[in-house]
């Protein structure tokens, strides 16, 4: 079987895994198998497991960082445990409000 721009040669196009797409609008001209976009889309599962690793990340990056100036602090003034737990407190509502926008942020997308 002949594709449709192999067989309408007034069709000019970049042809990527049977798909072809026209000039600088990539649209999509042909498809034998599925009308869609040209990047490979994971769908719900994907988008929900690439939220959950930011969420993780996100909460660590935070964390660790608050608790890491709070021990720098502690030992530029001497007093240890005070300004590590004021810093993982901090950390943790840092990242407990960024969490929260990722969060309404996804779940906008797909109301």
């Known amino acids: 079987m002949v594709p449709f721009v192999e ?6 196009g970049t042809q990527f895994g049977g798909r072809v797409v026209a000039g600088p609008e990539r649209q999509l001209l042909y498809s034998r198998r599925v009308v869609g ?9 994907g988008a929900y497991l690439a939220l959950f690793s930011e969420i993780g990340l996100v909460l660590l990056v ?13 030992t530029q ?9 004021a810093g993982f407190l901090g950390g943790a509502a840092t990242g407990a ?10 779940l906008s997308r797909f109301e």
């Open 97 to 106: 409000l960024a969490i929260y926008r990722l969060i309404t942020r996804f």
């Open 37 to 45: 976009p040209l990047m490979n889309q994971l769908g719900r599962a």
């Open 7 to 12: 067989a309408c040669p007034r069709h000019l």
């Open 62 to 74: 935070t964390t660790l960082a608050g608790v890491l100036a709070g021990y720098w602090l502690d």
């Open 77 to 85: 003034l001497g007093t240890l445990p005070i300004f590590v737990v």
